[in-house]
């Protein structure tokens, strides 16, 4: 891989093997090395306002020395298919290793130049800068289960996903916190479809997700003990039921979060800008037709 922006090239072997054990059973093991360029918004950010008499106050500062990122991946699995088809199982391990992590620092912008800079009154500036220390490691486990059809009739299929993770995190200054940010330790899925009719189907999406912990908290003390880096684990309800007119007509009504939770998302930029909680949609109903011209 060659980056013209940052002049920079990286060998980054991918392999994989299959290995077939009969016409029900296989294992698969890969190994993957890349690197992960800054975006724009990554090496452009910058917010500053004036605070009058040609003054400026630098929240966030650019910085177009930034580096990639550099990421190894290996996983292995296996995957099992019943002798009728309607059982589908498949389990993976993966262990995932970052470097060369960017993350953000204080910086005093009038140190940099900035000679109407008034931060010394307030606070420091950010700035997104590349750190040699830190790094991240993550574990887990994956597991998917395929039922499909088991009543030989209304074309019944369920799939349900689940992950377990175990992450790790040196931070730029050397401290050592025991979880991943932002990546939650449990996910559960479960898709349940099926058509009653000729004309009918129904598709039901669940997700369960556990408490994740936020990317950007104002020191290492606060990982530990403050409530302030933990985002609430949600459970939510999706479904949608549709009706077939013509075979190029379709009625469908959606409803998105039927249980009408309350739950987060994640900060948007990691900042300590963003708002403590990110609310996601309610309960969302939707009417829609789809129409096939051919």
Do not use: C
């Amino acid at each position: 891989d060659y980056n013209s922006l940052y002049k920079a090239s990286n060998l980054n072997p991918r392999a994989s093997v299959l290995y077939k054990l009969n016409d029900q059973t296989s294992f698969m093991a890969s190994y993957g090395k890349a690197f992960k360029a800054p975006a724009g918004n990554v090496v452009f950010s910058s917010i500053a306002y004036e605070m009058g008499n040609d003054s400026i106050f630098y929240a966030l500062l650019p910085n177009e020395n930034l580096k990639p990122e550099l990421f190894r991946a290996y996983e292995f699995g296996i995957r099992r298919n019943s002798k009728s088809k309607k059982l589908f199982v498949n389990l993976s391990f993966f262990y995932n290793k970052t470097d060369n992590i960017i993350t953000t620092i204080y910086v005093n912008p009038a140190d940099m130049g900035m000679s109407n800079a008034m931060n010394e009154e307030f606070s420091p500036a950010q700035m997104n800068y590349n750190s040699e220390g830190a790094e991240t490691k993550l574990f887990g486990v994956d597991g998917k289960i395929i039922i499909s059809n088991p009543l030989n009739r209304h074309k019944l299929k369920i799939e349900i996903n689940g992950t377990i993770t175990k992450g790790r995190e040196i931070l730029p200054e050397g401290d050592v916190i025991e979880f991943f940010r932002t990546m939650p330790a449990y996910i559960g899925k479960a898709k349940i479809s099926l058509a009653p009719s000729r004309r009918t189907y129904v598709l039901v999406n669940t997700t369960w997700m556990s408490s994740i912990q936020k990317l950007f908290t104002t020191d290492y003390q606060s990982f530990i003990f403050g409530d302030y880096s933990e985002t609430d684990g949600f459970f939510t309800i999706d479904a949608v039921a549709g009706f077939t007119f013509h075979k190029n007509l379709n009625l469908y009504l959606k409803i998105i979060n039927l249980l009408d939770k309350e739950y987060s998302g994640i900060n948007p930029t990691g900042y300590d800008i963003d708002l403590p909680y990110n609310p996601q949609l309610g309960r969302n109903i939707r009417f829609g037709m789809t129409f096939m011209l051919n």
